[in-house]
């Protein structure tokens, strides 16, 4: 089954500088692969995805890229916010069937104002 | 619109007891999901489901069980309740291709 990596586990920035996370998967026929933002007590929410034939999106001040050869993908925040303060996630699943998703553990990124 | 809804919000259970979480959903989607998120973790798929009456297990599924009589409603079905299962239980919905998968606000479960 799909296997996904995330790094790092804890990511501490100065308010206005940019976080950067990164992910790898395992499984080749993995072609959806969304970024969600958990605060505390809450569930998880969607905040960029990203489908396999695509190699960047951007949404505001977030962006994702995809290298499918090296099977990576990354999560980039510029601008960070005290309100970006939150645990992130990456996961990724197959399009088809039961199309659930395979997370990684999670970067808890701390926004120091 | 409600999205998914998940109760009870937080229970503590007994070794050897047994208990329903309940999901809902109002965004007539046909996928659902039950995760479990343990401290530190990411989450983890305990069951499915593609539609009314269709159900399989995830890569957790030892010691849960499900049904899916409505599209609405996917309760999760816990028997004979283990520490190992004290966890957050997240409930989810997708409409399908390349959609957002919606999650609920989550149900903390501990087992003592």
């Known amino acids: 089954g799909e296997n996904v990596e995330q790094h790092p586990s804890t990511l501490s920035v100065q308010e206005g500088d940019s976080a950067v996370i990164k992910c790898t998967y395992s499984d080749s026929a993995s072609n959806y692969f969304p970024w969600y933002k958990q605060e505390l007590g809450k569930g998880p929410q969607l905040i960029i995805d990203?489908?396999?034939?695509?190699g960047e999106k951007k949404d505001q001040r977030i962006a994702v890229t995809l290298n499918k050869t090296a099977k990576h993908f990354s999560l980039h925040i510029t601008e960070t916010q005290p309100e970006d303060s939150a645990v992130y996630f990456c996961a990724a699943s197959l399009d088809t069937g039961r199309r659930a998703l395979t997370f990684g553990s999670g970067t808890r990124l701390q926004v120091q104002p | 619109n409600a999205g998914v809804t998940q109760t009870p919000k937080f229970r503590i259970l007994k070794i050897g007891q047994s208990m329903t979480l309940q999901c809902t959903q109002d965004?007539?989607?046909?996928?659902m999901y039950w995760y479990r998120q343990d401290p530190g973790m990411g989450l983890k798929l305990i069951y499915y489901?593609?539609?009314?009456?269709?159900?399989d297990k995830g890569e957790v599924p030892n010691g849960y069980n499900v049904s899916r009589s409505t599209t609405e409603d996917f309760p999760l079905r816990l028997e004979l309740a283990a520490p190992s299962q004290t966890s957050v239980y997240f409930c989810a919905s997708n409409r399908g291709s390349y959609n957002e998968q919606f999650f609920g606000p989550g149900t903390r479960l501990t087992v003592l």
């Open positions: 489901s593609v539609g009314a009456g269709i159900t």
């Open positions: 965004m007539n989607h046909n996928y």
């Open positions: 990203i489908r396999s034939n695509v």
